[in-house]
């Protein structure tokens, strides 16, 4: 099915039972639940057993979906609980995987800015997953407080001061930047 489509039209011949339209809507949404996951649980095996899982369950409660919110909002919804209830099952945090980037051929500057990427990544990591699952909504997904509440189930002033308390955190964590 094309692309062109918006998710509302795809939603709906999906709930028709139409694979095509479900497909294109993983295709569509894929990279962003990844990154979510990715970003929450801190390592690709976990962040693609999230993903999947994410897209399994929306399969399963896709005749439920009334677009109370947008798709993409119900969707990071369920994305953000399975990485909840991942992080509870093994309550520890791994660190984040290095990304391949734009790097430099200057060996202290390589070993100067890993050395900030680790430090930040185990910031991350520490945050209580209250704390990490708005954080990573907001300033790595870019969603707004409405959608990180609606897709959290919490009130937009809970919101606000988990992201603070994150900030915070991570503003003491990197101390030694300064």
């Not at 999230?50 to 979906?65: G, N």
């Not at 603070?164 to 955190?169: C, E, M």
Request: proline share 4%; net charge neutral; glycine share 4%.
């Amino acid at each position: 099915m094309p692309q062109r489509f918006d998710d509302a039209y795809l939603v709906g011949r999906a709930q028709e039972g139409r694979l095509d339209a479900f497909e294109a809507l993983v295709i569509r949404h894929q990279d962003r639940i990844y990154r979510v996951a990715l970003r929450m649980l801190g390592n690709q095996h976990d962040a693609q057993d999230a993903a999947q899982d994410t897209f399994l369950q929306a399969w399963k409660a896709l005749p439920r979906f009334r677009a109370d919110s947008t798709f993409s909002t119900w969707l990071y919804r369920i994305a953000t609980n399975q990485c909840l209830d991942m992080l509870r099952t093994r309550r520890h945090a791994e660190p984040l995987e290095d990304r391949p980037g734009k790097h430099t051929s200057r060996p202290d500057v390589i070993v100067e800015g890993r050395a900030k990427l680790a430090l930040v990544q185990a910031a991350i990591g520490r945050l209580t997953p209250e704390q990490r699952a708005p954080l990573v909504l907001r300033e790595f997904e870019g969603c707004s407080y409405d959608e990180i509440a609606s897709i959290l189930d919490i009130s937009i002033p809970a919101v606000k001061g988990r992201i603070h308390r994150a900030r915070l955190d991570l503003l003491e964590a990197m101390h030694e930047w300064a």
